[in-house]
């Protein structure tokens, strides 16, 4: 009878521990905590995918969970924020936000204590924001392949594929056109480039011919016969301005011929006799006595 009493005490100890278990775990899978955490109030317009037991999280470090959400009114919804560590209760400026992070719609409550000295007062709610995470960032690029893809389907269309075609065909006979050594532009191109080769050898050869170096040759005489005139005439053209001044300063005999007056008078006076000689012919010209004497 004692065995049977202790075996019967010992399997309802049992069932009692794992009855305490089952409920601890389904409150910890709810959000609700075992220990005195402190709970405070987080008001969102929109909470988004957050849910009772979310974690809350400073820096990235869990320090609390959701304890429950309560719906107020239509853009008003009251969190409550159970958190476990002391050292990041709030202040006058602090603030939550919902974060994704994932693409699966997972969600954590990044709350920040602030910096304000004065603590939060008694019954004061903590403002929050919603914002987004991977999943929007995912699905805005969802968005934008979509565009891009309605916009390529619109550019190739039924039309856009025969002007292409058409191009394609046209550029294809271009080709040929080119490629034809007979009759297309390459073929006079190889033409040009063969008569440009003939024209450079004939170059080459009266080059190296010797009349070209005759030629040459003459040409240098030609030229230091010209430079031997230039120097010439430069000495000739030296000694007509040393002549001309000179003359201008009246020494030699043309210079004196050119700044001597007496000369201009005599032939001044010469020139008036011969006149007066004239006048008295014209005059008189039975007074002209002529005597020849024979020997």
Do not use: C
Not at 57 to 71: A, C, T, Y
Not at 143 to 159: G, H, P, Y
Not at 169 to 176: G, I, P, R, T, V
Not at 209 to 230: E, H, V
Request: charged fraction near 20%.
């Amino acid at each position: 009878m004692d065995l049977h009493y202790k075996q019967a005490t010992a399997v309802g100890g049992m069932v009692l521990v794992t009855v305490v278990l089952f409920l601890a775990g389904t409150l910890w899978l709810q959000g609700r905590s075992f220990g005195g955490g402190t709970l405070y109030t987080a008001t969102f317009s929109n909470i988004g995918s957050l849910k009772r037991g979310s974690a809350v999280r400073v820096s990235g470090v869990d320090v609390g969970n959701v304890e429950r959400i309560d719906f107020r009114a239509v853009g008003d919804v009251a969190v409550r924020l159970n958190l476990s560590n002391p050292d990041v209760l709030p202040r006058e400026d602090a603030t939550a936000s919902i974060t994704s992070i994932g693409l699966i719609g997972d969600v954590v409550l990044d709350y920040f204590p602030g910096t304000s000295a004065t603590p939060l007062a008694d019954g004061g709610e903590i403002p929050g924001s919603l914002t987004g995470g991977l999943a929007d960032l995912g699905s805005g690029m969802v968005k934008r392949a979509e565009a891009l893809m309605d916009s390529m389907a619109i550019m190739f269309t039924t039309q856009l594929s025969q002007d292409l075609h058409e191009t394609f065909l046209a550029s294809q006979e271009m080709f040929q056109v080119l490629a034809d050594t007979a009759a297309g532009p390459m073929g006079e191109l190889t033409r040009t480039l063969a008569a440009m080769r003939r024209l450079t050898t004939r170059i080459d050869s009266a080059i190296a011919s010797p009349t070209f170096r005759d030629m040459l040759s003459n040409f240098d005489s030609t030229a230091a016969g010209l430079k031997a005139m230039t120097r010439q005439l430069t000495v000739t053209t030296a000694r007509m301005d040393t002549l001309l001044v000179n003359m201008n300063s009246g020494k030699g005999t043309l210079g004196k011929l050119v700044t001597d007056t007496t000369l201009y008078q005599g032939l001044i006076e010469t020139q008036r006799s011969i006149q007066a000689l004239i006048d008295t012919l014209t005059a008189s010209p039975g007074k002209l006595n002529i005597k020849v004497e024979l020997f």
